[in-house]
């Protein structure tokens, strides 16, 4: 699986828009970008995953470079609960592993 | 519909004893994987089930460690003897697989304590 980087951390206030940045510079043609987040001690819960084409649900967006080496994680409207680590993780799906890496510690505050 | 259901939420143990961990996957799903967080490191990936069969395992850190699946549907994984590094958060997610870019499922996980 690609490797991923990602910030250590970050802040957002809430209400605004979290946008957090991920790169993965080796990302192959068949490996999709995903994002989870680990919100204090639960289990990772799933986010967005995206090809190549920007993704929207109810949680996110997933915008994705057109060379598709880096891609951004934008929470709209961030509030307290979103506080949690976000992982973006590249991988082909169900088959493989998940390879969580650091991640990105977002800390909500008022 | 019920999530992904883990057993024990929490288990203390003494270094070279038995423990059993247990997993309940969402019905339907095949896919099963294990991973675990030790203390102050990442989230590491431990196996991967489809239905019964083991598909990956190499993450299994050594023989002390040993996964079930029977059936295809809840899973298992026995740790003998434990030892103090064995401590950590254990995470089993499931995902379906009708769509091979679906998302997987996380358990609230099981935390071990090795004394």
């Known amino acids: 699986d690609a490797k991923t980087t990602q910030p250590p951390s970050m802040d957002c206030a809430e209400g605004r828009a979290a946008n957090l940045p991920c790169n993965h510079s080796?990302?192959?043609?068949?490996?999709?970008v995903y994002w989870y987040r680990q919100i204090h001690s639960q289990g990772p819960q799933y986010i967005i995953h995206?090809?190549?084409n920007n993704e929207t649900n109810e949680m996110a967006s997933l915008i994705i470079t057109e060379d598709r080496k880096s891609s951004t994680l934008i929470l709209p409207h961030a509030t307290l609960r979103d506080t949690a680590v976000y992982y973006c993780?590249?991988?082909?799906?169900?088959?493989?592993?998940?390879?969580f890496g650091t991640g990105t510690r977002l800390q909500v505050t008022l | 519909e019920a999530g992904v259901t883990q057993f024990p939420s929490h288990s203390v143990i003494e270094k070279g004893q038995t423990v059993t961990l247990r997993c309940d996957p969402i019905s339907g799903h095949d896919n099963l994987y294990w991973y675990r967080r030790v203390m102050g490191k990442e989230i590491k990936f431990l196996l991967h089930f489809v239905k019964e069969s083991k598909q990956d395992e190499s993450g299994m850190p050594n023989n002390r460690f040993l996964a079930e699946r029977t059936g295809g549907t809840y899973s298992t994984l026995k740790v003998q003897p434990a030892e103090l590094e064995d401590s950590g958060v254990y995470f089993c997610a499931s995902s379906w697989n009708g769509d091979p870019y679906t998302e997987a499922f996380f358990g609230q996980g099981t935390r071990l304590t090795v004394v």
């Open positions: 995206g090809l190549k």
């Open positions: 993780i590249v991988s082909l799906g169900t088959a493989s592993k998940l390879t």
């Open positions: 080796t990302i192959s043609g068949n490996e999709y």
